[in-house]
């Protein structure tokens, strides 16, 4: 079983500047994939972000960062120099390598970058 | 287009009738997903279908929903004697079942039943 745990229901960040968005997870899989999703107001399910449990470098994209830290079973999202645009719901995500299974979710997380 | 589509965009039913919700998924993509996400909340799988395998059912949370896909392409989500609790979005992912197995969602499908 897995399980994803996102413990700020809400962010505020200041345009310009950078947030990190938290994520734990549980599982009993040797392998898996952690993943970052964006859902604006339109609802939308935007991929951004995924990082493998072996990768041993932080997945990177952009603005976007993940910052893995495996022994802590975290993937913390970190989105560099905030823009208006980023304000949505993020939802981290994982599901078990090498298989073509379900993605289980987190609750999210609202971002509002302030101007 | 390019990317996973469904239709329709909006559904308004009265309790007790059946719906289908339809997922068009991304071309060459051989798994396929349903998920629902209730107004506020995260999203909840319901089923997958992976190449020619038997679906997986087991996010399925009662005997009135069911879901095929035919030619290992489009697939229907059907909801029979619909009821309040299952408005929600319903979403359709695709993936191309690699190692990382990314997947890819459709608009979704907003279903209200009063």
């Known amino acids: 079983a897995q399980k994803i745990t996102q413990t700020q229901p809400g962010m505020f960040v200041q345009e310009k500047e950078a947030v990190t968005l938290d994520c734990t997870y549980d599982?009993?899989?040797?392998?898996?994939?952690l993943f970052w999703y964006k859902q604006p107001s339109s609802g939308e399910m935007i991929f951004l972000i995924y990082?493998?449990?072996?990768?041993?470098q932080n997945a990177t994209e952009g603005r976007y960062s993940l910052n893995f830290q495996k022994a802590r079973k975290s993937a913390n999202l970190v989105i560099s120099a905030s823009q208006l645009g980023d304000s949505a719901m993020y939802f981290c995500a994982m599901s078990p390598l090498g298989s073509a299974r379900q993605l289980t979710f987190g609750s999210g997380t609202q971002l509002t970058v302030l101007p | 287009g390019a990317g996973v589509s469904q239709s329709p965009s909006n559904k308004v039913t009265e309790k007790g009738k059946d719906v289908e919700l339809r997922c068009d998924p991304i071309s060459g993509h051989t798994a396929l997903y349903w998920y629902r996400q209730s107004l506020g909340q995260g999203l909840e799988f319901l089923i997958y279908?992976?190449?020619?395998?038997?679906?997986?059912k087991s996010g399925l949370p009662s005997d009135r929903f069911s879901a095929e896909r035919t030619g290992g392409s489009v697939s229907t989500l059907t909801i029979q004697r619909t009821q309040q609790e299952d408005s929600a979005v319903y979403l359709c992912?695709?993936?191309?079942?690699?190692?990382?197995?990314?997947?890819?969602f459709g608009p979704g499908t907003r279903l209200t039943v009063l």
């Open positions: 992912a695709s993936s191309s079942g690699g190692l990382l197995n990314e997947q890819f």
């Open positions: 279908f992976q190449g020619n395998s038997a679906p997986d």
């Open positions: 599982t009993s899989d040797p392998s898996y994939g």
């Open positions: 990082q493998g449990s072996y990768d041993q």
